[in-house]
């Protein structure tokens, strides 16, 4: 689930239930206004929500830098007001035992929105059906999605790229369980034209099978490889992510900790030199060890532009839950 209430631009669902799952997808319609206004607020950041007394709440039960602090930026950028607890986990109520939709109730009588990442997948469906009345923003779902990252990653690679028609994009890494790349790939299984999509990655966490089949049937060509050596000459995006260390099981742990110290697919100087030269990195980050420093300053490192794009995409998100966009679109 993304966004509990849809833009105010777009009609009323006819039934909740159904629309869960549509509408955290985005059709292209709804994306390309979320990207018009997110120009918009970029050239000319106003405090639109300064007197509304708005207040948005960060509910985070997994750690967080980037989507914690850029939503909580957007929001006093935007001059709401924000409420936050660091580790849910261990601070709020959940110490106790509370259910995820009581505390979510709760704190949904505060706010006005409410930006939710939970260690589960569906979390933040459930607290939407938990409060109706209140927009939640899903900050990630355990593996599931995190579709707010998905809109920055597509908004970069479309800032960066000029836009997705005809060029090949690899994504690289923890394709089993990076929730970011599992919201991007839907995001970008919509658009027909992209020239190729590479998915990179070693056996043990490739790309699960409901997604391999949503993307393999549309009529995007689609390449799964284990060799980032061959994929990068060839693509103009290289998507790279972290191993998620967090959701290994004992079983498996032993996987991650010999891929964790493999360089195969790590983006090195020596991945850089095979790239095109007008070809983009990016990374949801936080990175450990599969992007390396020494390629930071190239200026196809496109990553730390990526970050700074998250605060305005989450501020276009926020004033088309809370208020007018067409005050923005019409200046
Ligand atoms: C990602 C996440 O939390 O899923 N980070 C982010 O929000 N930018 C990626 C990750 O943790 O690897």
Same mark, same amino acid.
């Given at each position: 689930l993304m966004i509990r209430r849809p833009p105010r631009s777009t009609p009323k669902p006819s039934s909740a239930a159904s629309d869960v799952y549509k509408r955290q997808q985005f059709d292209k319609e709804t994306l390309k206004r979320i990207f018009e206004i997110t120009d918009k607020i970029r050239d000319n950041p106003i405090?639109?929500?300064?007197?509304?007394?708005f207040l948005m709440s960060t509910l985070f039960y997994e750690p967080s830098t980037r989507t914690r602090f850029s939503f909580e930026a957007a929001m006093k950028k935007l001059g709401g007001d924000v409420i936050s607890t660091e580790s849910a986990t261990n601070f709020s109520s959940a110490a106790k035992g509370e259910r995820l939709e009581d505390s979510v109730r709760t704190v949904a009588a505060y706010s006005d929105v409410i930006v939710l990442r939970h260690s589960q997948e569906g979390a933040a469906e459930a607290a939407a059906l938990a409060c109706p009345d209140t927009p939640i923003i899903n900050a990630g779902d355990g593996e599931g999605q995190h579709p707010t990252q998905a809109l920055i990653d597509l908004y970069t690679i479309r800032r960066e790229c000029g836009g997705v028609n005809g060029k090949s994009i690899a994504l690289v890494g923890d394709l089993a369980h990076s929730r970011t790349i599992h919201s991007l790939l839907y995001l970008l299984?919509?658009?027909?034209?992209?020239g190729h999509l590479y998915l990179v990655s070693?056996?043990?966490?490739?790309?699960?099978r409901e997604l391999l089949l949503h993307v393999a049937e549309k009529d995007i060509p689609l390449t799964i490889s284990a060799d980032l050596k061959e994929v990068a000459p060839k693509v103009d995006v290289i998507y790279q992510t972290r @191993?998620?260390? /967090?959701?290994?099981d004992q079983n498996d742990f032993a996987m991650y900790q010999k891929y964790h110290?493999?360089?195969?697919?790590r983006i090195d100087a020596d991945i850089l030199k095979l790239m095109k030269p007008d070809a983009r990195i990016l990374h949801?980050?936080?990175?450990?060890?599969? @992007?390396?420093? /020494?390629?930071?300053?190239?200026?196809?490192?496109?990553y730390f532009r990526q970050v700074e794009n998250g605060l305005y995409i989450r501020m276009a998100l926020l004033v088309m839950l809370l208020s007018d966009t067409d005050f923005i679109l019409n200046q």
């Amino acid at each position: 689930l993304m966004i509990r209430r849809p833009p105010r631009s777009t009609p009323k669902p006819s039934s909740a239930a159904s629309d869960v799952y549509k509408r955290q997808q985005f059709d292209k319609e709804t994306l390309k206004r979320i990207f018009e206004i997110t120009d918009k607020i970029r050239d000319n950041p106003i405090p639109m929500l300064k007197n509304s007394g708005f207040l948005m709440s960060t509910l985070f039960y997994e750690p967080s830098t980037r989507t914690r602090f850029s939503f909580e930026a957007a929001m006093k950028k935007l001059g709401g007001d924000v409420i936050s607890t660091e580790s849910a986990t261990n601070f709020s109520s959940a110490a106790k035992g509370e259910r995820l939709e009581d505390s979510v109730r709760t704190v949904a009588a505060y706010s006005d929105v409410i930006v939710l990442r939970h260690s589960q997948e569906g979390a933040a469906e459930a607290a939407a059906l938990a409060c109706p009345d209140t927009p939640i923003i899903n900050a990630g779902d355990g593996e599931g999605q995190h579709p707010t990252q998905a809109l920055i990653d597509l908004y970069t690679i479309r800032r960066e790229c000029g836009g997705v028609n005809g060029k090949s994009i690899a994504l690289v890494g923890d394709l089993a369980h990076s929730r970011t790349i599992h919201s991007l790939l839907y995001l970008l299984a919509q658009y027909k034209d992209i020239g190729h999509l590479y998915l990179v990655s070693p056996e043990f966490v490739k790309l699960k099978r409901e997604l391999l089949l949503h993307v393999a049937e549309k009529d995007i060509p689609l390449t799964i490889s284990a060799d980032l050596k061959e994929v990068a000459p060839k693509v103009d995006v290289i998507y790279q992510t972290r @191993l998620q260390k /967090e959701r290994f099981d004992q079983n498996d742990f032993a996987m991650y900790q010999k891929y964790h110290r493999q360089a195969d697919y790590r983006i090195d100087a020596d991945i850089l030199k095979l790239m095109k030269p007008d070809a983009r990195i990016l990374h949801p980050l936080p990175r450990v060890n599969e @992007l390396l420093p /020494e390629v930071d300053n190239d200026p196809r490192a496109a990553y730390f532009r990526q970050v700074e794009n998250g605060l305005y995409i989450r501020m276009a998100l926020l004033v088309m839950l809370l208020s007018d966009t067409d005050f923005i679109l019409n200046q």
